[in-house]
């Protein structure tokens, strides 16, 4: 048998190995030389302070009473970190981006950094904890009088009593010594998250020696420790499924709204890489955890006398056994999973109590004056953070002796849960509801509090310790539907399942219709956009305008939070960042902004704002502001997209100019050409005109010659008047003084016509129809379409330069439109004046062959412009062709009559 | 100041994958709590005769198969850069 006082020695050896681990990595910390101390797998160990005595030792106790029950527990956690990629990601992420130091400065910073709501998180946090820590204490004890007993002594209420005492100073001590040591920026502490991984591997370790044992060691292995499993009396699955379902609610609820659990994943969260890590490894630790619970409690039941404690199997089993060794390994485990978790437990709530309650009463105390006092702040909060902790362990051991430390007290492990899951609709809602405001959050915090105080808590004490029988059973005042287990006439279930409906349901819904009904402050609008949209934007706007105070006032203020150096640093890099050299930095809203974050890692949101506040003249952000920033930032959005619309217009326009001024260059080219040919066309009939008329004047010659030069004369005048009609024609055309004589026809007659006058018949051009298409009637000025048609037959016979020109004339129907396409086999027209055809006086090639002017096709396009028809280039692999579109309405009103 | 073009409406095949296991990791919490709930609804029978050691197998296989799953999802998600970032969701 081992003595009592050889334990105290082991445990005591224990906790200064804790002592050296902790100091060590403190140091190691402080060098810089921590990339071991940020490894993932310290991260996902240090989640295990969820582990708490109440689960190493209690897990058993709660298998062999109410079998498979226990494994809620961890089943909730474990969907937590699985579903990762949905809140905790969004909490650690905005964890970093607000410099957040507990739960409460969460939901207080997002709900306008206000003050009341962080103390009222607070004071949730110390009621649902408080309980937790009594447990904690009662279990380290319980395993002390295990070992006591064996040892020959039955303990008394005063040897409990005392040794909770030293257990509860102990970790004041420690939890002193390693959690206040410094007002770190970020409020991360390296000794006692890599004590808590060393913690979490002996507590492991601990629970999986002592399974193993029992599987392969009493039981002859798995097989058989299944058989044993299937006969012992435990009912292993009796469940009822409301209950199974509100517990896997409430334990993930809590793993994520527990002050420590906060702590833990999000403000000693040191890299966000480490999360998708401990999606799986975690649940994997929880999973080793629970695996041996039920084997050990059947075993237990089995082999120890009735009547022995199912809670302390894990110690007793071995020690039934004679394997001393592992029972004090196992004893180890379960003071590991209690130190760990009232450390971390109280860390946390000496964080919040000290930045969201003692020193904003503090600063109300200090006036107006409170930021700009002389002294060093930083000594009064790691006061009121060392004052905070020793608070509330004692909260926790008075707990204890008030308790009794009965079997009540194991039952409040739930209903403490019930309690910190009061805070998760305003956490949830903070993080992914924009609408959410203070009023709301506030309301659903106090309603929340008061179900489950009135229903779980108060009741929990026992009956007639706070609420008497009578209220139990016919309600205060004889109001039955305020019975504290039957609320609203609900009766009939669980007494938990129920607290925990009512309480959150009301909860929320009251958070829910307070955030509608009011409307929020904008610094809550400001963060609210800020947490929800945590993803799109990690810089956060300034909420600071107008900044009056100097930079020497802000920098000792924060020196006495910070500390010089520190202070001094920041100061220097923001210089630096203004190119200001060694001068004081500008005071800035950004700069002032950057420096409430950095001032808030040290003490919190609220309490940062109201410092700043204090010094800043109170000129944060108003309504006006923000609007005056939207409508700024919306204006200069419209303004460059007009300018943007504007200059692509401009370039539209300056492209069309360039095209225009091409087209007037070449025509402007083409009309001297033009100029100096049609002087030549006027004077060669007119020099032949004027020499013939001369000879005939002279008289004295024979008739025939007479006759011939008369002639001579005619052909000369007909071909002067002809280029005079033609130009005269075109000026008609152009000013729109035509007068357009509707006529009905046969498209081919027009055809034939058309090459009837054109002087083709009997020639070299071979003109190729297909009659059968051309069996259309029209209705439109006939004789103005022959003469498009005429004019484009006649080109083709006077520029069509192959050795046997061939013309095709094409009809075909497309649509509600009529095309007539003229292609023949000659040399084409270059792309590059393909535009310029259609102009008067324009003239592709420089042979004035048939005497033509270039008004030819000027005039055609005209014409089928009057016809609202179209003439277009039609360009040909080989040839030249052209298009005649007739619109609808001439052949229409024409099929009308047919 | 030029207007920010649209986001292409299709992703390349990697962004493509990496959207679709983002999914994946959001579906698992569901998938577990659906599995778990699953013998709730086992008759009396199956499980009073072997005293329950079948919902006992059934719960910690469950649990064996998140954590796989899990750890497979995690090991292939990028750490998100900031400009992939949630696009999908929060537009």
């Not at chain 1, 009222?120 to 295990?146: D, E, H």
Request: aromatic share 8%.
């Amino acid at each position: 048998m081992m003595p009592f006082s050889a334990l105290i020695a082991i445990a005591l050896l224990y906790v200064s190995l804790l002592f050296i681990v902790a100091f060590w990595a403190e140091r190691h910390a402080a060098t810089g030389k921590s990339k071991w101390l940020q490894s993932p797998w310290i991260y996902t160990l240090s989640l295990s302070v969820y582990c708490t005595a109440w689960t190493f030792y209690g897990a058993v106790g709660y298998a062999a009473r109410s079998g498979l029950e226990f494994v809620t527990i961890y089943l909730g956690p474990t969907l937590v970190m699985v579903g990762w990629w949905w809140i905790l990601r969004r909490l650690v992420r905005i964890g970093r981006a607000q410099r957040i130091t507990s739960i409460a400065d969460l939901v207080s910073s997002r709900f306008g950094k206000s003050t009341q709501i962080g103390m009222l998180v607070t004071i949730i946090s110390i009621i649902a904890g408080t309980p937790y820590i009594a447990l904690q204490l009662q279990s380290v004890t319980l395993s002390f009088a295990v070992f006591a007993q064996v040892d020959g002594s039955s303990w008394e209420q005063a040897d409990f009593a005392q040794t909770a005492a030293w257990v509860a100073v102990g970790l004041a001590v420690f939890t002193v010594l390693f959690g206040t040591r410094n007002l770190d920026a970020n409020e991360r502490h390296h000794g006692i998250v890599m004590a808590i991984a060393v913690e979490a591997v002996v507590k492991l370790f601990a629970l999986v020696a002592v399974g193993v044992f029992v599987v392969w060691g009493i039981a002859g292995g798995p097989t058989e420790m299944l058989s044993r499993i299937e006969t012992s009396d435990i009912e292993l699955w009796d469940q009822e499924s409301g209950r199974w379902i509100s517990l896997i609610f409430l334990s993930g609820a809590a793993f994520l709204c527990l002050p420590r659990m906060f702590q833990v994943l999000v403000v000693e969260n040191s890299d966000e890489r480490h999360l998708p890590f401990a999606s799986w490894a975690f649940p994997l630790y929880l999973f080793l955890m629970s695996l041996f619970v039920v084997p050990i409690a059947v075993v237990g039941l089995e082999l120890l006398p009735p009547g022995s404690n199912p809670d302390l199997f894990v110690l007793t089993v071995p020690l039934f056994e004679g394997q001393n060794g592992l029972a004090v390994l196992s004893f180890l485990g379960g003071l590991s999973s209690a130190t760990s978790m009232v450390i971390v437990a109280t860390i946390a709530l000496a964080t919040m109590v000290s930045n969201h309650i003692v020193v904003p009463i503090w600063l109300s105390l200090q006036g107006q004056q409170g930021a700009v006092m002389s002294g060093d702040v930083r000594y009064v909060i790691l006061l009121s953070r060392r004052i905070s902790v020793a608070a509330v362990l004692t909260l926790g051991f008075f707990y204890y002796r008030l308790s009794g430390g009965g079997t009540a007290l194991a039952a409040i492990g739930l209903i403490s849960f019930a309690g910190a899951v009061q805070i998760l609709p305003a956490m949830l809602g903070g993080i992914f509801w924009r609408g959410a405001n203070r009023i709301g959050a506030a309301l659903g915090l106090l309603s929340g509090l008061g179900i489950w105080m009135w229903t779980l808590f108060l009741p929990s004490f026992g009956v007639d310790a706070v609420i008497s029988q009578s209220v139990m059973e016919n309600g205060p005042w004889g109001i039955a539907i305020l019975r504290p287990q039957a609320l609203f006439g609900v009766t009939g279930i669980d007494p938990l399942v129920h607290g925990v409906f009512w309480s959150i349901l009301i909860n929320t819904t009251i958070f829910i219709l307070g955030s509608l009904a009011t409307f929020p402050q904008p610094l809550e609008r400001l963060q609210g956009a800020q947490f929800v949209n945590v993803f799109d934007h990690s810089d956060a706007a300034p909420s600071w305008t107008g900044a009056a105070a100097g930079a020497e006032e802000l920098l000792i203020m924060s020196q006495r939070i910070l500390g010089s150096s520190e202070a001094q640093g920041i100061f220097e890099r923001e210089s630096e960042r203004q190119g200001r050299g060694r001068e004081f930095p500008e005071v800035t809203p950004a700069f002032v902004d950057r420096l409430e974050r950095e001032l808030a890692g040290s003490v919190g949101a609220a309490t940062a704002h109201a410092m700043i506040g204090q010094l800043i003249g109170g000129s944060s952000v108003s309504v006006e502001d923000l609007i005056a920033v939207a409508d700024e930032a919306a204006q200069i959005l419209e303004y460059s997209n007009r300018l943007e619309a504007k200059s692509a217009e401009q370039e539209r326009t300056a492209r069309a100019l360039r095209d225009a001024n091409a087209k007037l260059t070449a025509l402007s080219i083409q009309k001297d050409a033009f100029l100096s040919q049609i002087s030549h066309e006027l004077r060669t009939p007119m020099t032949s005109i004027r020499s013939f008329s001369d000879i005939l004047r002279e008289g004295d010659m024979p008739p025939d010659a007479l006759s011939r030069y008369a002639g001579i004369i005619h052909d000369e005048a007909v071909r002067l008047t002809r280029l005079l009609d033609d130009l005269l024609d075109l000026s008609v055309l152009e000013n729109g003084q035509v007068v357009l004589h509707e006529q009905t026809g046969k498209l081919s007659s027009l055809l034939d016509r058309a090459i009837g006058a054109a002087g083709v018949l009997g020639g070299k051009l071979d003109i190729r129809r297909d009659r059968k298409d051309e069996d259309l009637t029209l209705t439109t000025d006939l004789d103005r379409l022959v003469q498009v048609f005429i004019n484009l037959i006649s080109n083709a016979q006077k520029y069509c330069e192959a050795p046997s020109p061939v013309l095709t004339i094409k009809v075909s129907v497309q649509g509600d439109k009529t095309m007539v396409d003229f292609i023949d086999n000659g040399h084409g027209i270059a792309s590059e004046n393909h535009a310029l055809i259609f102009e008067k006086f324009s003239r592709v090639s420089d042979e004035s062959k048939a005497g033509g002017a270039g008004l030819g096709l000027a005039i055609c396009r005209e014409i089928m412009h009057r016809l609202n028809g179209d003439i277009t280039y039609l360009p040909q692999p080989r040839g030249t062709g052209f298009r005649v579109v007739l619109p609808k309405t001439m052949t229409s009103a024409a099929l009308e009559k047919m | 100041m030029s207007r920010k073009s649209p986001p292409p409406i299709f992703l390349q095949r990697s962004s493509y994958r990496q959207r679709r296991l983002r999914d994946g990791a959001r579906l698992m919490p569901f998938v577990g709590g659906v599995l778990w709930a699953i013998p709730l609804a086992w008759s009396g029978s199956s499980t009073t005769q072997d005293g329950g050691t079948s919902g006992l197998l059934f719960i910690f296989g469950v649990w064996v198969f998140l954590i796989a799953v899990t750890a497979l999802l995690a090991s292939r998600i990028k750490s998100d850069t900031p400009s992939d970032d949630e696009g999908e969701t929060s537009q």
